[in-house]
């Protein structure tokens, strides 16, 4: 009998004419303009905005999916057990709260530039009676103010993409790691594949931005997250990246066609 493996299988190794496929779509990719990196104001004033109704409209328009996607990538630290976890753009602390309910850790900084968010997670964490586990800071991603090697495990949880300075995020998340700490990044991607990356762009820029309008009331914060996908690297140039930042080995892991791609990586 034929075996087919899961979707969400860790990917497998490509053959020689996979390989060239990729080397030349990403001489494509590096041959053109970069994405204007996001205006860090901006993005404060978007997602202040649609805190309110943020978590929601994840859920209704991942239909869901987005919560397996997340336990995923929480369960994926459990055999490391991180007793001090740094969970940067923390929002309205969403991953915070399912990592302290499924890691059992003995504190959990939530981080984010916007306070409008945390304002949401700091009412979720009270309502899950975790607020003597689970604490909020407004702080930035990139100049973290926290001292080296201060953190058992750091995640951070469909916020990457949105760093106005991505590798300088990565070389600070390695440098707030033990030695040996481990870093668990999971964001949204563009499929890259055919028919799904079709599919996707017409579902991205048609239906994502008309029921974010509809629920959220904001023009811009559903047009910019199909934006800030595409402009967020696949996992074939982030992993160079991540060990460019400090990291001495990086897996990664791809979710339902390619939608939402997790990194491990080991300081």
Not at 18 to 36: D, G, I, L
Not at 173 to 197: A, N, Y
Request: with cysteine; proline share 7%; glycine share 4%.
């Amino acid at each position: 009998m034929i075996h087919y493996p899961e979707q969400d299988s860790i990917e497998p190794t490509p053959s020689k004419k996979q390989k060239k496929a990729e080397a030349k779509r990403t001489a494509q990719v590096a041959a053109q303009p970069a994405s204007p990196a996001p205006d860090p104001e901006k993005v404060v004033a978007m997602f202040n905005s649609i805190a309110p109704t943020y978590d929601s409209l994840n859920h209704s328009l991942s239909l869901g999916i987005d919560r397996r996607w997340r336990r995923k990538a929480i369960d994926a630290l459990k055999p490391f057990a991180p007793q001090t976890i740094l969970d940067i753009a923390t929002g309205t602390g969403d991953f915070a709260i399912l990592a302290a309910q499924r890691l059992d850790p003995d504190r959990i900084i939530g981080v984010d530039i916007s306070e409008g968010m945390m304002a949401v997670g700091s009412e979720k964490v009270k309502t899950a009676g975790l607020d003597n586990v689970i604490y909020f800071m407004k702080d930035d991603s990139t100049d973290l103010s926290f001292d080296d090697e201060t953190f058992d495990a750091v995640t951070v949880a469909y916020g990457a993409r949105n760093f106005h300075n991505l590798d300088a995020g990565l070389r600070e998340m390695c440098r707030v790691l033990i030695p040996s700490g481990h870093l668990m990044l999971v964001e949204l991607t563009t499929p890259p594949r055919f028919p799904m990356k079709q599919l996707f762009h017409i579902y991205s820029h048609t239906v994502m931005p008309f029921i974010g309008r509809l629920i959220s009331h904001n023009d811009s914060a559903y047009t910019y997250l199909p934006q800030s996908m595409s402009a967020f690297p696949q996992a074939e140039e982030l992993k160079p990246r991540l060990l460019k930042a400090g990291f001495s080995d990086v897996q990664f892991q791809r979710f339902t066609f390619g939608l939402s791609t997790m990194y491990l990586a080991t300081k």
